[in-house]
């Protein structure tokens, strides 16, 4: 069982910047296909950022593309997700995933553990 914990999310203003970062414990963190999802209000869970095992690959939704970025630090077992330039249309609950598999990063029925979110509230 892998357990992932996100953290850094908060209130800020538009054009501003925020850094998350989930930790894993519970498995061998290099194996890992890792990604972020956001779900607003309302909103079906959707993709934001993903990354390969070394963090060779990635992968950005074309709504973030240019302001965000993924990496990961395998020695700490923590991926990040860097959010630049935030807009309000970011708010959302952001959540990371896991899975022990390749391929697209772009489905949620993809990914087999799921932290318990953090708040990004951008204002205007």
């Known amino acids: 069982q892998v357990t992932l914990v996100e953290s850094g999310g908060g209130l800020v203003q538009a054009g501003s910047s925020l850094r998350l970062s989930c930790v894993a414990s519970?498995?061998?963190?290099?194996?890992?296909?890792m990604a972020w999802f956001r779900q607003a209000p309302g909103k079906e869970r959707e993709f934001v950022a993903g990354?390969?095992?070394?963090?060779?690959?990635?992968d950005y939704a074309d709504s973030v593309k240019g302001r965000f970025t993924i990496s990961r630090d395998n020695a700490k077992n923590t991926v990040y997700l860097q959010m630049n330039s935030l807009k309000p249309e970011d708010t959302a609950v952001y959540y990371c995933?896991?899975?022990?598999?390749?391929?697209?990063?772009?489905?949620?029925?993809?990914?087999?553990?799921w932290g318990q979110g953090t708040q990004v509230t951008v204002s205007s």
């Open positions: 519970g498995g061998t963190f290099s194996n890992y296909v």
């Open positions: 990354i390969s095992w070394s963090g060779g690959s990635t």
């Open positions: 995933a896991a899975r022990l598999y390749a391929g697209t990063y772009y489905y949620t029925r993809d990914y087999r553990f």
